[in-house]
């Protein structure tokens, strides 16, 4: 390396810079905010965004479409309790279960839920009709899958809500649902009591039974023994009792048949007639006859007055008196016969009747032996009695509260047939497919930003690299519509792609003290573009009239020989080197004077060539006949003889290509050119695309390419 070129300044150490994906490139310690830097993040990873979205959309779109049309009703039930002071054991309606609390409206939504509850759904709708069990068990299965139930806050409301492949499905089960489950405790409770009814039948009929056979041994005994009785007393007992009385009476009207008979005879005896007797008086027949003696007594007197003793009215008259008067005295005769009569039979009902009450009384001393056994056979008829009326009591409650139950719930609204699908949803799942697919996509951004480390903008060159920024070079495509890099420089010499090989040459020319003569032109790994760099570069600098020779030093790859379409057999720098050739047969000079020192290709590779005397001696005669030798030189990183043939340059520059070559590439390599033998003036950034380069900050020169490129024609 010519000993007189020096760097004008050190590049600054690359530990006091810091840099952030997405964020504008500063020294560290001039932190502010800096939207600008966030909007170009988002900018230029709006593609990445984008794609993530977009298949975030179609994925949600698949699954949406792909997914069973879905339908869901919904109906509400309420539990309710018996009104406040009502008694349900005391009314002929009652509650069926407890009165809700929190717990149980916990308990009643599990029930909802139930394989009961589906089951008894299933069955109530006939769909399990004719299926076989296994089918059975995967439609009530079905059911308690699709059916859930929410308590509506801390309500005792319960929303009933079921999902089906149609509407007037979801709506009739979840209907369904709602009926069942209202009646759901009264059936329980209708069981419940037909179960203990079903317990309590057989013992009461076999406490039936027994009742009936012990009143039955008991009704035995008292016949056996004649303690009958109706009245709570035994028929003996009674039988005295009702002779005892009829006793004092026959006796009392055996006396008084005596007294009136004795009085008539008193009376008959004190010379009466018999008409003034008691039973006279009262004999219809004496007095009919008293009439008529009275009529005939008057007719007699009346004829004795008007006639005389004899005449035969009067003794008609009188015959008919006398006639009277006999019959009165008949009938009296047989009214005291009469009194005669009653009062023998008074008399002998008297002695019928205590013969009688003796013989009972006889009895009664056999039965109140026989009470001794009677005791006992009441008490163990009344105890079976008691115990059978208990059940049988119990068992009429049973019975009576069948079919009196109440529901503990009741429904507050029927369920609706749903219009529309519930799933899928395809508003919403359109919607969440984009939310995730936004945050997926930032996400993806966050993390290509943070892993990429390919050269982007001049600060990164500066402050990432710790080197100097020489310009950059532009996709000719972005600013031209030229094909080829190399004609572009001639055929469009005022385009922004050849404007840029011009800064170029300022900056490297700025980059040294005296000319920069011999220029190496290299890069970290093959395909950054540093043949055209160098192509490009020494076109630029043949077109200023200065004699200038650009020189393949690749040869392994032969960039220039093949970028310039140059012949395969033609002699270049390996037979100049062994002197098979003369320097002036080796060059292939061009249209606008460009001289090319080409590479030939070969399987031997003498890279000792090019690290050798000869090859520093050719510089130094190329040199002598030239004003600037451009040379091409291999990587560095792949191949060695790079860095050697790198001291030979008055400057050496390095290219690396814009968003491909990784930062770590970029420093290694410009760590295996010390500074102390190879001159690397700088960084160029190839192939930068200007229309998204402004999307990587404002403070690369390429950001302003809008504002200027009017000046390029």
Known sequence: MNSSSQIISAAPDPRDMAYAPGQMLMPSGMERIDLSGSMAFFRRRAGLIAMV??????????????????????????LVTPPEGQNPAA????????????????????????????????????????????????????????????????????????????????AKIANMYAQQFTQVEVEAARESTRDTAQLVAPRLQQLREQAHADTERLQRYRIANGLLSTSGASLTEQEISSYN???????????????????????????????????????????????RE???????????????????????????????????????????????????????????????LGAARGDLARNNAAMVGLDELERTALSSQAMYESYLNSYRQLMAQDGTQQPNARVLSLA?????????????????ALVIGLGAGLAAAYIAEALFRGVTTAEEVQYGLGSRFLGSIPLLGSVSRARREVPAITEEPRS????????????????????????????????????????????????????TILVDCDLRGRGV?????????????????????SLADALVTGESGLCV??????????????????????????????????????????????????RLADATVLVVRWRKTMRGAARSALNLLPRESVNVVGVTINRIDVRRQRLFGHTDPAYFYRQYKGYYA
Not at 58 to 63: H, M
Not at 251 to 274: H, K, P, Y
Not at 416 to 432: D, F, I, K, R, T
């Open 91 to 170: 009314g002929a309606v009652r509650q069926a279960g407890p009165a809700p609390s929190s717990s149980y409206v916990d308990t009643q939504v599990e029930t909802l839920k139930s394989r009961m509850l589906a089951q008894r759904v299933a069955q109530a709708l006939g769909v399990l009709e004719g299926r076989t069990p296994q089918e059975q068990a995967d439609i009530v299965s079905g059911y308690q899958r699709h059916v859930s139930a929410v308590r509506s806050g801390e309500s005792y409301a319960l929303d009933i809500v079921f999902q089906a492949d149609s509407g007037q499905d979801a």
């Open 245 to 291: 009385q009829e006793v004092t009476r026959a006796r009392a009207v055996a006396a008084e048949s005596e007294a009136r008979l004795a009085t008539a005879r008193a009376q008959l005896n004190s010379g009466s007639s018999g008409e003034d007797l008691g039973e006279a008086l009262g004999s219809g027949v004496i007095g009919g006859l008293r009439a």
């Open 294 to 356: 009275s009529q005939v007594g008057g007719e007699v007197a009346n004829l004795e007055a008007r006639y005389g003793a004899n005449h035969p009215q009067l003794q008609r008259a009188k015959s008919e008196l006398a006639e009277v008067r006999r019959d009165i005295g008949k009938e009296v005769s047989r009214i005291v016969s009469n009194l005669e009569m009653q009062r023998d039979v008074a008399s002998q009902r008297l002695a019928s009747l205590s013969a009688s």
């Open 561 to 581: 020989s093949k970028l310039l379409r140059l012949p395969a057999e033609h002699p270049g720098l390996i037979e100049v080197l062994e002197g098979k050739v």
């Open 416 to 432: 609706e047939v749903p219009l529309l699908p519930s799933s899928p949803n395809v508003p919403m799942n359109m919607v969440l």
């Open 597 to 646: 020192l080409p590479v030939m290709p070969s399987d031997i590779e003498p890279d000792s060539l090019l690290t050798g005397e000869t090859f520093a001696r050719l510089i130094d005669e190329l040199r002598a006949c030239f004003t600037h030798v451009v040379m091409d030189l291999p990587p560095v990183l792949p191949i060695a003889s790079g860095r050697t043939m790198a």
């Open 496 to 547: 922004a792609f050849a404007e840029s090989f011009r800064s170029l040459r300022t900056s490297i020319e700025q980059a040294v003290y005296g000319p920069a003569q011999v220029i190496a032109v290299t890069s970290a790994l093959p395909k950054e573009g540093k043949t055209t760099i160098a192509s490009c570069l020494a076109q630029t600098l043949a077109l200023c009239g200065e004699r």
């Open 53 to 78: 979205t977009g298949a975030a959309l179609l994925i949600g779109a698949a699954i949406s479409y792909s997914m069973p049309t879905v339908y869901t009703a919904e109906a509400t039930v309420s």
